[in-house]
């Protein structure tokens, strides 16, 4: 039987000239040339490892999920410790749909962090941030840390006992920072201890200036990205190599990935709906097993095993300066591998990104396999 997969005649010659109308209207209107120019002659290199690309793609889509259901929330959540947790709840039992569009929420903002980390390692062992493009991994560091942000701020959103014991021991840690770490104890926590001001404070950080910080690191990001094209293996650069055009052949693919990450969401947001919990009662102990987030729990996990006091130091003091460090130098990467610029594809980075990469899967394995509490 024919299905009419193929379009009649007239049916494609009306479409086209739509098009054709719209892009005349649009050319009367505003000089979009440059734009027409940039879509025709932009290509993207095929090779073996081109699949990595798509993941930039599907970070992007679940932050577009973040924005679009985080909207939805804001129009019931209040943000205070009287109502929070009863707003949530809210959402939950009696707004249509409102416990699908939290779990999706809350399940995104893992999927984004997981593509994010994804995404960082495969442009690292890739070398994609050599010459021209160390700003442009610099911004997408940057970005991984907000997502961190967003993450850590939006956990105590629900106000309910796991997020307020957790946020309450990762504050703590901030603490041990040397010199400043008084100060940035109070400033998160908007005064000694996890109080309503905390919520407030966080709330504020979760919708306002988080969000604000990414739109135009993200607005530099995918223009610097757009401008400088996509990076190749340094062993491939200078061999002959396929190219597809951006549009439609990759665009199109990207949303092919989009699809099924959309699909992955909504499935895990079903099968496994975001619990809520008991309402957090900030003078009740805090009770047994909590743990923070998963893209945490390897920090944690170190701290433990770190001893009291090594040397004249606080093992947690060096804990938290040694983590520092590494983000700095994640950071300089792009500056410190000065083989990858002059075209030489060094082994030692790609060890020790191996070492980096097991370290964190390991450290968060035995957390789950040998919980404690903090």
Known sequence: MNTGA?????????????????????????????????FKKKEVPIHSHSLWYYFGGITLFFFVVQVITGIMLLLYYRPTAEAAFESVQFIMTEVRFGWLIRSIHSWSANLMVLAAFIHLFSVFFMRSYRRPRELTWISGVFLLLLSLGFGFSGYLLPWNELAFFATKVGTEIVAVVPFVGEFLLKFLRGGEEVTGATLTRFFGFHVAVLPMICTFLLAFHLLAVQKQGMSVPIAMENKPMRVMPFFPNFLMRDFLGWILALGVLVAIAALFPWELGVKADPFAPAPAGITPEWYFVFMFQTLKFIPAKIWFMEGEVLGVLAFAIAGVLLILVPFLDKKSNAGQPGKALSVIGVLVLVYIIVMTIISYVMPQTF
Do not use: C, H
């Open 6 to 38: 193929v379009r009649p005649k007239g049916q494609t010659e009306n479409s086209d000239m739509n098009t054709s109308r719209s892009l005349a209207w649009l050319r009367e209107r505003y000089d979009i040339s440059g734009l027409e120019l940039f």
